[in-house]
């Protein structure tokens, strides 16, 4: 999985834009804009951008690492960048503490997206990579709707995909990615809103083994917030196949019924 683990940002190309003045704006290159988007021929004339387009802008000055970053244009709102990247308007304004007031988001604000980047690489397809990662190819093609150069029938080596991250209404998976290979003591990061901060996890191969027992975990603070939660994954079982499943969800209070599941497709070493 060619992954790029490093600050990105997504932009919408407004009337006067240039290469050059996006580039200034978020401390990146033109060179590096153009290799992300594939702007070179013979996919287009050097430089031609067109207002309403969406960029990948690699790099920057803002955020921290391996976040990607939304800049917000005159026509969005919470609910439509949600919907692009196949989330509740809810978690996201949940994971962007900045927001205070959801039906109100300004022209040119940063927040903070529920997706990663991936590096096109040679023998690549949109069928592979789903394959890969469990994400769905109607996913994928939402979240990269309107990009520069992108086409669902032809990927160009170099050019970087928006991958949304795994999530339901309440939980956002954060680590490990989709098709990540993971092991004993291997991260788990995300973020949830959950009834008394009880975070729950399990870990099954493809055949359904248990390969981890259901385990809990405690967010840093319980509903209504949406609060981080990590921990280090314990195995119970060695893996006897290299694929399988980490489950991440809550329980019902009244019932005890999984709740919020979010499925990331892992594999085992």
């Known amino acids: 999985m060619a992954v790029i683990e490093s600050t990105h940002y997504v932009y919408t190309v407004q009337p006067g834009d240039t290469l050059y003045s ?6 990146s290159s033109v060179s590096a804009i153009e290799q992300a988007n594939s702007l070179y ?9 067109f207002p309403g387009q969406l960029l990948v802008i690699p790099g920057g000055r803002f955020g921290f690492q391996y976040e990607v970053y939304y800049t917000v244009s005159p026509r969005d709102t ?9 989330v509740s308007s809810d978690l996201l304004f949940g994971i962007n503490s900045q927001i205070a007031n959801p039906d109100f988001i300004s022209t040119n604000q940063m927040i903070r997206i529920p997706a990663f980047i991936y590096e096109v690489t ?15 190819l109607d996913k994928i093609i939402k979240a990269n709707e309107r990009r520069a150069s992108f086409s669902p029938d032809v990927l160009y080596i170099g050019y970087l995909l928006l991958l949304p991250l795994p999530a339901s209404q309440n939980i956002l998976v954060l680590r490990p990615l989709p098709g990540d290979i993971i092991q004993e003591g291997s991260f788990m990061q995300g973020m949830a809103r959950a ?4 975070v729950l996890y399990s870990i099954l191969d493809t055949q ?4 981890s027992n259901e385990k809990s975990i405690t967010a840093r603070a319980g509903g209504p917030e949406y609060a981080e939660f990590s921990t280090n994954l314990q195995f119970d079982l060695k893996p006897s196949i290299p694929t399988g499943e980490l489950r991440v969800y809550t329980r019902s209070a009244n019932d005890g019924s999984i709740q919020d599941l979010v499925r990331v497709r892992v594999r085992f070493e």
């Open 122 to 136: 040679a023998g690549d397809s949109l069928s592979k990579i789903s394959s890969q990662t469990g994400l769905s």
């Open 78 to 86: 919470l609910f439509s960048i949600a919907q692009r990247f196949s």
């Open 208 to 211: 359904g083994n248990l390969v």
């Open 195 to 198: 009834f008394e901060a009880n």
């Open 22 to 27: 996006i580039a200034n704006r978020f401390g």
């Open 41 to 49: 021929p013979p996919f287009t004339d050097p430089g031609l951008i």
